[in-house]
């Protein structure tokens, strides 16, 4: 049997990282088992749905890597394959027209409180033969009356919902619009999945959900219900723990795969292992060794993978995301070499790629400012006369590369007598604008000779 996942979304809030984790786990069991991914886009609350959200869905699952292998499939295009189930449903008898009013039903509900029951449809219209002039009815499912459903779920083991607890649930609205639960299922139904994995704040639709399937003589699929993501504070995470749009943590120069390592990680593991690149993930990842304890959201662990990625990843691979970061602050490079040689010296102080891009404009920019404390600091009339002995040095270097610097700086500072920083400062601020870089050969390396010498130039004609 093929396996059939599906990530099924509501556009009405953008995707963050819950919704993501959700959609990982259902691609990684289809990569894992051969099987097949689907995206489908519930947007028939036509209220709540923004076109924002459907665009950062699109563009969030395109950022991540989770193509899907059918869909994007929308709701709203499949009303005509609803209203067939429907009229399919009224004439098996397994759905009928309810005609009771709101007021009734309201009357019924405040009756059912009074006498401490718990408020529920009863059924008043499921032998109703005649319609009621003035009336546009609903269409409810005839929902068994007894017995129960049990939830064979992966994550949470079987759980039990009495048939005398579901009440006939409405599937079309008095316009002939369909509801949300009997969408999923003619959905579920039609494209074949078998394996619905999604949050655990479903799992008391899920009872509903097969008895419908099993009106339409379809068996239910796998389903396993996978804990919510928890904030800080112990409360689901929400907007107000900063769960923000998954295309803020492109922004925030974050690597896909990081994030859905760290993703990954919360509620499931496989021995000790913490870093997996993308192919490990698929390799290991199996939905049934998801837990059920709900895992907090912890942004430092967050970094901590960013930067393992980091430092992981063939620096060519890097290259796009750096690229992007490098354009939101005006800088623009196509210069491969550079690129790469810039992610390998700059990734062991950078958690991110925004911090990395930041912490190498200098490298990419035709004229740089120097901070004026550094300055202060760094270029004193000491420091300009060893500038001076090393703008020479290194004009007169036949190959421009880090150990040929190397072994020039160390000559120099060998010769004044002097440790290699007194060298080292002064050309890092001068070439770079600040105190802080990568080694100074490999800064020197990167920059290339030219800029290099323009920047001590453009230094010592100012003393
Ligand atoms: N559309 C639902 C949501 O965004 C998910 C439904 C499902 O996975 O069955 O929460």
């Known amino acids: 049997m093929t396996v059939v ?17 959700t959609a990982l786990f259902s691609w990684l069991y289809a990569r894992r088992m051969g099987g097949k991914f689907i995206l489908r886009v519930e947007d028939t609350d036509r209220e709540r749905s923004t076109e924002e959200a459907v665009r950062v869905i699109l563009d969030g699952m ?17 009303f005509d394959r609803y209203k067939e189930v429907l009229a399919g449903m009224l004439a098996a008898g397994t759905a009928y027209h309810c005609y009771c009013t709101k007021q009734e039903l309201d009357a019924l509900r405040e009756q059912q ?43 949470h083991g079987d759980v039990t919902f009495q048939n005398t607890e579901l009440d006939d649930l409405i599937i079309a609205r008095s316009d002939g619009t369909p509801t949300y639960n009997f969408c999923v299922v003619v959905d579920d139904m039609d494209m074949g999945v078998t394996h619905v994995i999604r949050g655990d704040d479903h799992l008391n639709n899920t009872p509903r959900q097969m008895n419908m399937l099993q009106a339409l003589g379809t068996a239910p699929p796998v389903y396993a219900h996978v804990p919510m993501i928890l904030g800080p504070d112990g409360a689901k995470l929400s907007k107000r723990h900063g769960a923000v749009s998954v295309l803020q943590y492109e922004e925030e120069g974050f690597l896909p795969d990081a994030l859905l390592n760290y993703l990954v990680r919360l509620g499931w593991s496989h021995g000790d292992q913490e870093v997996f690149t993308r192919q490990e993930m698929i390799a290991a990842f199996d939905i049934h060794d998801v837990n059920k304890a709900a895992s907090a959201f912890n942004p430092e662990k967050l970094l901590w993978l960013n930067q ?5 990843a063939e ?11 490098l354009r939101r602050i005006g800088c623009e490079s196509s210069d491969q070499a550079l690129l790469e040689g810039v992610i390998v ?14 912490n190498s404009r200098f490298f990419f920019v035709d004229r740089i400012d120097i901070d004026p404390k550094a300055a202060a600091k760094h270029l004193t009339a000491d420091g300009r006369a060893a500038l001076t002995q090393v703008r020479a040095r290194l004009a007169a270097l036949p190959a421009w590369d880090a150990p040929s610097i190397h072994s020039a700086l160390n000559a120099l500072a060998e010769a ?45 004609a100012v003393s």
């Open 62 to 78: 395109d950022w991540l890597g989770l193509a899907a292998d059918e869909g994007p499939y929308y709701q709203t295009r499949r």
């Open 308 to 312: 393992q990625h980091l430092m992981r």
């Open 113 to 155: 409180i009074a006498r401490k029951e718990k408020p529920r449809y009863t059924g008043i219209c499921r032998e109703r033969r005649e319609p009621r002039p003035g009336v546009s009815p609903v269409i409810r499912f005839r929902n068994p009356i007894e017995g129960a459903v049990v939830v064979h779920d992966l994550v």
């Open 315 to 325: 620096p060519a691979a890097v290259v796009p995301y750096l690229r992007a970061q």
């Open 416 to 460: 004044a007598g002097t440790g290699l920083g007194k060298i080292a400062q002064p050309l890092r601020v001068a070439v770079t604008g600040t105190a802080v870089s990568p080694p100074i050969d490999q800064t020197l390396a990167l920059l290339g000779r030219e800029r290099a010498l323009a920047r001590l130039d453009a230094v010592l």
């Open 345 to 358: 010296a700059q990734r062991e102080r950078a958690k991110t790629l925004k911090e990395m891009a930041h």
């Open 5 to 21: 996942t599906r990530f099924a979304p509501s556009p009405t809030g953008l995707l963050h990282v819950g919704g993501v984790r």
